[in-house]
């Protein structure tokens, strides 16, 4: 053991500084995001068979289905969903380490668990309970059992961070080109059944729920396409991708020489290329582009970032006046950044203190009696109840939504036990250019006003929250 730790002490000492830099974090408040509204409302659902909580066909069912078991033991999930991010941030960055020793060096692994431990948005997710980590940490364990030439664990575990999230499983395609062009064509069979056995479980689990294999993929594809918030309000360009890298950690122009190593020998570097290469070029091409999805292929970022600091320093220790400080100084210099840089990220985008009103409203259904259906515009408060959630605002809400659910409003209204609408969390948000989408919204706050009582309203900045019961 302590000759493991000897050889590994670079390792062990970056998973203690980031496991104290966490924990200095860790009970600050930690708000409820929208998608963590989904996975627990889901998670109640899939668990209760679908007498609590809220369903999404168009999210992959792997987290929920995780976190659901605490919610079956009457434990507390959110705690549970938190402590295992927690737990992740070492796991991955243990898997980052290996692959690095693998596919490239010694210096770059050791270098590229520093920044990937320490990465801003890395360090920012690690505190809420979204599936990009548990993603990416199982698509870097999926790409070290590829290195290590078992391909069936890596489709095996690939696939399952399909089912954690779909985009996820753009790395098959990666790892499939990388043996079709090193010509091994055996290695292929199992790399796919491998993918197949976790993938064609969901699809029989779809053709059971919806009558179709595809529907979650189909729904998804098109609802991704149409979501107001990064189609439209805050659409990103191209080449957002590598602003957002520079923005997190300034030392990712390195990552520009550790590629350009990696392409001049590209035939002994195909599957490091191509796990890079692929999924990059897929969330580049997509019109939707979110700073998190950076996460699924960071760590190959991160990777090549540390190869090419790697490189760097055996430049410096060819020079007589380096030789003896040139490694030393690399690896404290990417250290101080890389944690500077993470910190800062954190501090300057978590926000570390309740909105009062909004935690009002999402606690508001705790403990209260409503006879007939509950129907929210906001998933988060699945997450405080455990009754039965039906949605104002899915999939998307445009007109064709709006107008469906006035017209079930006045239809039903005496089924329908409460009503939670905010113009915050984008639920009930009109698309710019979608003019009936606004009057429907507009009569449907009417006929609310006019024959449901107002029992909540708080307003927050420019957000107001409203709860109406019969």
Not at 273 to 280: E, G, R, S
Not at 412 to 425: P, T
């Amino acid at each position: 053991m302590m000759k493991h730790v000897q050889k590994h002490r670079l390792l062990y000492a970056v998973l203690i500084a980031a496991i104290i830099a966490r924990l200095v974090f860790l009970f600050d408040y930690h708000e409820i995001w929208w998608d963590s509204g989904v996975y627990f409302g889901m998670a109640k659902y899939l668990w209760s068979g679908g007498s609590a909580g809220l369903w999404e066909h168009i999210r992959p069912v792997l987290w929920p289905a995780i976190l659901g078991v605490a919610w079956w033991l009457k434990l507390n999930m959110v705690v549970l969903a938190r402590a295992l991010e927690f737990l992740l941030v070492p796991v991955s960055t243990v898997l980052v380490y290996f692959l690095g020793r693998k596919w490239f060096s010694q210096r770059a692994a050791a270098l590229a668990c520093i920044v990937w431990a320490f990465s801003g948005i890395v360090f920012y997710l690690g505190f809420h309970e979204y599936t990009e980590l548990p993603a990416a940490t199982l698509v870097l364990a999926g790409l070290l059992a590829f290195a290590h030439k078992r391909s069936f664990w890596a489709g095996v575990l690939v696939s399952l961070a399909f089912l954690m999230k779909f985009p996820a499983g753009i790395f098959i395609v990666a790892l499939g080109l990388s043996l079709l062009a090193q010509r091994k064509w055996k290695a292929l069979v199992p790399l796919g059944a491998g993918f197949a056995i976790p993938a064609a479980a969901f699809l029989l689990f779809n053709f059971f729920l919806y009558g179709s294999f595809l529907s979650p993929f189909i729904a998804a594809r098109e609802t991704i396409l149409q979501v107001l918030g990064c189609n439209v309000l805050h659409y990103k360009p191209w080449w957002q991708y590598f602003a957002w890298l520079w923005e997190e950690n300034r030392l990712h122009a390195f990552g520009l020489l550790g590629i350009g190593a990696l392409a001049l020998r590209w035939r002994k570097n195909i599957p490091q290329l191509l796990a890079l290469i692929v999924p990059v070029a897929y969330f580049m091409q997509l019109h939707c582009r979110e700073y998190r999805y950076l996460v699924l292929f960071l760590p190959m970022i991160a990777l090549t970032t540390a190869h090419g600091i790697a490189l760097v320093s055996e430049r410096l220790e060819k020079h007589k006046s380096f030789r003896k400080r040139a490694w030393t100084a690399i690896v404290l210099l990417v250290f101080a950044l890389s944690a500077f840089h993470g910190t800062l990220y954190y501090i300057g985008n978590e926000a570390r203190t309740p909105d009062i009103a909004a935690e009002r409203y999402f606690h508001w259904l705790e403990n209260k009696q409503i006879d007939g259906e509950i129907w929210s515009a906001n998933p988060v408060v699945s997450a405080h109840t455990d009754r039965l959630i039906h949605k104002i605002y899915y999939p998307v809400y445009a007109h064709g939504t709006a107008t469906d659910f006035n017209a079930y409003l006045r239809g039903n209204k005496n089924r329908i036990g409460a009503v939670l609408l905010d113009n915050c969390g984008g639920g009930i948000i009109c698309p710019p250019d979608d003019a009936q989408c606004a009057s429907e919204l507009a009569s449907m706050r009417a006929f609310l006003n006019e024959n449901f009582k107002q029992v909540f309203f708080e307003q927050s900045g420019r957000c107001w929250y409203a709860v109406y019961t019969h």
